[in-house]
């Protein structure tokens, strides 16, 4: 899978719903960052990360095998699980309301550790789905709010569930849109953000992630500017529900 991948875009294997034999079959294969988007699936499966490490450093072997592993977490995040999940995970995708960044902030300022978050945007034709809109991701850049324990990475959505290939790709370019507003807002790794814009305190932003496309869908996302795609079926077979 990953061969088929340009080296600038990174796959994350989606293993919510699998056992964790099988992500030790691809942590075996060479992978090393895995997706969950449930809090208590995730907890479980730091915890059997954990237990099985100290087997392996107990008989006696060495290196970072199974402390490289990089978790995600993909699934709609509620403030009252983020204790169950940012101790853990090395990018939240799925931050997809400023009440979300704000309870982020607040944990991350009761704790001391900054999380790196991907801000979720709507951009299918299902009104059902979570995210940012236009108008909500210009409110949230433009409030001058400092949110020193948030890193924000960039952005992430799902297209709309469908054969027709060109709303996909539509789809796709909406977020690509809402990454360059982000990205021209901010700027990557910006040093003095020009007048209007965040202040100095969120200078620590690195907005360079757009994380859209899954299996049935991923090419057109590459093709479409993606450099982070979410990859389960593919990788995993049919989930184990």
Not at 71 to 96: C, E, R
Not at 151 to 178: C, N, P, Q, S, Y
Request: hydrophobic share 40%; aromatic share 8%; with cysteine.
């Amino acid at each position: 899978m990953k061969g088929e991948l340009p080296a600038t875009v990174k796959l994350v294997a989606v293993s919510k719903f699998h056992p964790f034999e099988s992500i030790l079959e691809a942590y075996s294969a060479g992978q090393r960052i895995f997706a969950e988007s449930r809090p208590q699936e995730l907890a479980a499966k730091v915890a059997e990360a954990a237990r099985l490490r100290q087997e392996y450093l107990a008989a006696g072997g060495t290196g970072d095998y199974l402390n490289d592993i990089q978790w995600h977490f993909i699934g709609h995040l509620q403030t009252n699980k983020l204790k169950m999940v940012l101790p853990y995970v090395a990018l939240v995708q799925s931050v997809d309301s400023l009440h979300l960044v704000e309870a982020i902030e607040r944990w991350g300022n009761q704790n001391g550790k900054v999380t790196d978050i991907l801000l979720e945007c709507h951009v299918s034709s299902d009104q059902s789905k979570q995210g940012f809109s236009n108008e909500e991701l210009l409110d949230f850049l433009s409030s001058g709010t400092e949110y020193p324990h948030v890193h924000v990475r960039g952005v992430m959505g799902m297209a709309t569930l469908t054969d027709d290939e060109e709303v996909i790709r539509d789809d796709f370019r909406r977020l690509a849109e809402k990454f360059d507003l982000l990205h021209d807002w901010i700027g990557e790794s910006p040093n003095l953000p020009h007048a209007g814009q965040l202040e100095k305190e969120n200078s620590h932003w690195d907005v360079s992630e757009i994380s859209m496309g899954m299996s049935d869908d991923y090419h057109i996302a590459v093709e479409e500017g993606s450099t982070m795609v979410r990859i389960g079926s593919m990788i995993f077979g049919a989930r184990q529900y």
